[in-house]
């Protein structure tokens, strides 16, 4: 009997790979283009949490609520 199953397979952050490193390096270069002037260790210090309360500890009040979650 032929089986024709067929299957995807998802990796959910370091369960198979450890992405991290490429997930720090793109927050790097973004806040540092929106003029944080942050080293890469500082935002592996702060890279924890959702998205917008990142940028809420790097950049306190500059952006509305609406933009943060955009």
Not at 18 to 25: E, F, G, K, T, V
Request: charged share 30%; with cysteine.
């Amino acid at each position: 009997m032929i089986n024709n199953k067929k299957a995807f397979l998802f990796d959910l952050n370091g369960t198979m790979i450890n992405d991290m490193s490429y997930h720090i390096r793109a927050w790097h270069r973004i806040l540092n283009e929106l003029g944080a002037s942050i080293s890469i260790e500082r935002v592996k210090e702060e890279w924890y949490g959702k998205n917008h309360e990142l940028l809420e500890r790097v950049f306190p009040c500059r952006f509305s609520e609406e933009k943060k979650m955009q």
